[in-house]
């Protein structure tokens, strides 16, 4: 059985820094590619960034510049540094991991774990 978990949510005012962290346990080999996903109540969930086994970031463009993903292959974690914050950001985050290569692809179909998800609020 694998188990995926978030941590590092909470209320942030606007142009704060967050981090969350990812660790996924558990009966899992490897793992190839490992993301951020978030979700407004009422609508789709949406990538955030995602990373590969190799270290190849993918990110949502309202995001670039202000997000960085990370990874840590052997321990099976990953981070997400989140400058900049801004209201619109606040949703529910959600980590997610893959066990192929997945490079760009932003599908949140070709992840098979997901953890129970974290919030996050940005707000004066």
């Known amino acids: 059985q694998v188990h995926v978990a978030e941590s590092g949510g909470g209320l942030v005012e606007p142009g704060g820094s967050l981090t969350l962290s990812c660790e996924v346990s558990?009966?899992?080999?490897?793992?190839?590619?490992m993301a951020w996903y978030r979700q407004v109540a009422g609508n789709q969930r949406e990538l955030v960034a995602e990373i590969t086994r190799y270290n190849e970031p993918n990110y949502q463009s309202s995001v670039k510049g202000r997000f960085t993903i990370s990874k840590d292959n052997a321990k099976n974690t990953a981070s997400l540094q989140m400058n900049s914050l801004k209201p619109e950001d606040t949703a529910v985050y959600y980590c997610?991991?893959?066990?192929?290569?997945?490079?760009?692809?932003?599908?949140?179909?070709?992840?098979?774990?997901w953890g129970q998800g974290t919030q996050v609020t940005v707000s004066a």
């Open positions: 997610a991991a893959a066990l192929g290569y997945y490079s760009g692809r932003g599908d949140l179909n070709d992840y098979e774990y």
């Open positions: 558990g009966r899992i080999f490897s793992i190839g590619t």
